[in-house]
């Protein structure tokens, strides 16, 4: 068990729909990643955000979009949901010195029919 | 975009044999990491190895890291049929994590 927590852990909707995932970081890491692991595309990097602040983004669609709030732990919010989006997606969480040390939770595993 | 390549994509071995898995990345690195994923699960960090290391050890696990052929192999002695799963390196590029393809180990009892 990483300490990283993400509910839900399957979620079933449709085209066009709006879901959000959520994650809660280890206690007392600041950082949140979020990554999307596909078939086709594999694990790929979405954005990350410190104490709050976004820090990075990665490939991520202007569909989406992401929040971290003050009691640390972050939404992932999917919009105009589409075939393609069906992925599985992971949180991960570290803190400094070793910010690139990321312990990851279990995912959510988002299917769009 | 991938950083990272890995080689082989699958690989099917008996218990008690070792496995060795490589890992190919395109860019300097600070840090190479391998993680482990069981099918459809979380990833579990395995081990960090720094760009001034050369070869770590944790357990059953030995990793390599020759930065002048920009590769990484890490090698599971001893296996056992629980380490069947995805394993993946991945490598630091301004606060983010950039992972390979994977290599699928079936260990077979």
Same mark, same amino acid.
């Given at each position: 068990?990483?300490?990283?927590?993400?509910?839900?852990?399957?979620?079933?909707?449709?085209?066009?729909?709006? *879901?959000?995932?959520?994650? !809660?970081?280890?206690?007392?890491?600041?950082? *949140?990643?979020?990554?999307?692991?596909?078939?086709?595309?594999?694990?790929?990097?979405?954005?990350?955000?410190?104490?709050?602040?976004?820090?990075?983004?990665?490939?991520?669609?202007?569909?989406? !979009?992401?929040?971290?709030?003050?009691?640390?732990?972050?939404?992932?919010?999917? !919009?105009?949901?589409?075939?393609?989006?069906?992925?599985?997606?992971?949180?991960? !969480?570290?803190?400094?010195?070793?910010?690139?040390?990321?312990?990851?939770?279990?995912?959510?595993?988002?299917? *769009?029919? | 975009?991938?950083?990272?390549?890995?080689?082989?994509?699958?690989?099917?071995?008996?218990? #008690?044999?070792?496995?060795?898995?490589?890992?190919?990345?395109?860019?300097? =690195?600070?840090?190479?990491?391998?993680?482990?994923?069981?099918? #459809?699960? #979380?990833? @579990?960090?395995? =081990?960090? =190895?720094?760009?001034?290391?050369?070869?770590?050890?944790? #357990?059953?696990?030995? @990793?390599?890291?020759?930065?002048?052929?920009?590769?990484?192999?890490?090698? =599971? &002695?001893?296996?056992?049929?629980?380490?069947?799963?995805?394993?993946?390196?991945? &490598?630091?590029?301004?606060?983010?994590?950039?992972?390979?393809?994977?290599?699928?180990?079936? @260990?077979?009892?």
């Amino acid at each position: 068990d990483s300490g990283v927590t993400q509910t839900p852990k399957h979620l079933i909707t449709a085209t066009g729909q709006r *879901v959000t995932l959520r994650c !809660s970081p280890r206690s007392g890491d600041l950082s *949140v990643y979020w990554y999307q692991q596909s078939l086709d595309q594999g694990l790929q990097f979405l954005i990350h955000y410190y104490n709050g602040e976004e820090r990075a983004k990665g490939n991520i669609l202007e569909r989406f !979009s992401a929040q971290q709030f003050p009691d640390l732990h972050s939404e992932l919010n999917l !919009s105009s949901l589409e075939l393609g989006d069906s992925a599985l997606y992971f949180c991960a !969480s570290s803190q400094p010195p070793n910010y690139n040390e990321q312990f990851f939770g279990p995912g959510t595993r988002l299917t *769009v029919l | 975009s991938q950083q990272g390549e890995e080689d082989p994509q699958a690989l099917s071995i008996q218990e #008690g044999e070792n496995a060795t898995m490589n890992c190919s990345y395109k860019t300097s =690195i600070n840090n190479l990491q391998w993680y482990r994923q069981n099918s #459809g699960r #979380g990833l @579990v960090h395995l =081990i960090l =190895i720094r760009s001034n290391e050369r070869e770590k050890h944790s #357990g059953r696990l030995r @990793v390599t890291l020759d930065t002048s052929k920009k590769s990484s192999s890490l090698l =599971i &002695t001893a296996s056992r049929a629980a380490d069947t799963a995805s394993y993946f390196c991945a &490598t630091d590029r301004a606060d983010k994590l950039i992972f390979g393809t994977g290599t699928r180990l079936q @260990v077979f009892p």
